[in-house]
């Protein structure tokens, strides 16, 4: 691993001052990502800004409709807060079926939005809520956020405080894990918001997006059996060693469907 200063600023202006000033700097979060990839020389920063000094990062709260988290909040707490549990369940399920208990205990939510890894699980739930992601300089709806494979808005130093959820009437999130990291090979994340359904897809695409002819399809009919006759255009889906493209549109299908069946048993 290549010599880099380590920096652990106490306030917020102090870290985005902190990169502002260094050569080539990245901010430190769980390190769940950026850690392994020190390791493996694919990130060689002059300057690493450890975010874990600045408690204000982190907390949930619910107000006006809405559920603002940290960006250092960890999986873990949100998979186990009340507050979370009783606004957004499917939130708190998603978070608690992410990696092990060692990635859902040092992972945080800023981290994961940030790396916009394409196969992160709460991408989707960002899009299907319509969240809006806060940074210190600006607001940016999730629609707008997602840009490519590890390419999101955020702009050089720019850095994520929190993210707000609107909490939705039902909502319910599937997907078919990974055996071996349980990132998803697919996950879909359908939500009533305000009475609209919103559906959310990652691990298919580069990066999350919404699957609008799934949300038109189920506009139409909120029913797994809406589903059925959709074409899923798999033309720009990921084709890897764990699945072909053609496979992943047949799990979006699926993911679909169970979440669906999920969100109508709500009631
Ligand atoms: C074995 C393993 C299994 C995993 N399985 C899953 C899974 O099933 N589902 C899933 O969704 N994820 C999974 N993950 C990813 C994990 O959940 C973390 O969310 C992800 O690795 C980011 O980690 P982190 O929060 O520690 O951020 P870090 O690794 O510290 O940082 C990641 C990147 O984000 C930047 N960054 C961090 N915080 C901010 C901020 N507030 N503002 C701006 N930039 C910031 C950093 O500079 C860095 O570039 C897995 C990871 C591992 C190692």
Redesign the pocket.
């Known amino acids: 691993m290549q010599a880099f200063d380590y920096h652990r600023p106490s306030s917020l202006a102090a870290a985005v001052a902190l990169r502002a000033g260094a050569a080539d700097g990245?901010?430190?979060?769980?390190?769940?990502?950026?850690?392994?990839t020190l390791k493996q020389r694919l990130a060689a920063p002059s300057d690493v800004i450890d975010?874990g000094g600045l408690p204000d990062?982190s907390g949930i709260t619910e107000s006006s409709g809405a559920l603002t988290i940290g960006?250092?909040t960890r999986?873990a707490a949100v998979a186990e807060s009340d507050v979370v549990l009783k606004a957004i369940p499917a939130l708190a399920r998603l978070a608690s079926?992410?990696?092990?208990a060692q990635?859902?205990n040092?992972?945080?939510?800023?981290?994961?939005l940030?790396?916009s890894?394409p196969?992160?699980?709460?991408p989707a739930a960002a899009i299907a809520l319509g969240a809006t992601i806060v940074?210190d300089r600006r607001s940016i709806a999730a629609d707008d956020y997602f840009k490519d494979l590890f390419v999101t808005a955020?702009e050089p130093g720019?850095?994520?405080?929190q993210v707000s959820f609107p909490i939705p009437n039902r909502a319910a999130y599937r997907k078919f894990?990974?055996p071996a990291?349980?990132?998803?090979v697919v996950g879909v994340f359908v939500a009533d918001v305000g009475g609209q359904v919103r559906v959310g897809v990652t691990g298919a695409g580069p990066c999350a997006f919404r699957a609008t002819t799934l949300e038109q399809a189920l506009a139409a009919k909120l029913d797994p059996s809406a589903i059925g006759g959709v074409a899923i255009d798999h033309s720009r889906f990921n084709s890897d060693l764990h699945a072909s493209a053609e496979y992943r549109g047949a799990l979006v299908r699926a993911m679909a469907k169970r979440a669906v069946a999920d969100l109508l048993a709500q009631g």
Request: charged letters at 15%; hydrophobic letters at 40%.
């Open positions: 990245t901010y430190l979060a769980g390190g769940m990502t950026l850690l392994p975010l990062l960006a250092m999986h079926l992410i990696g092990d990635v859902r040092r992972g945080t939510i800023g981290g994961s940030a790396n890894d196969a992160a699980d709460y940074t955020l720019e850095l994520i405080r894990p990974n990291s349980r990132y998803a």
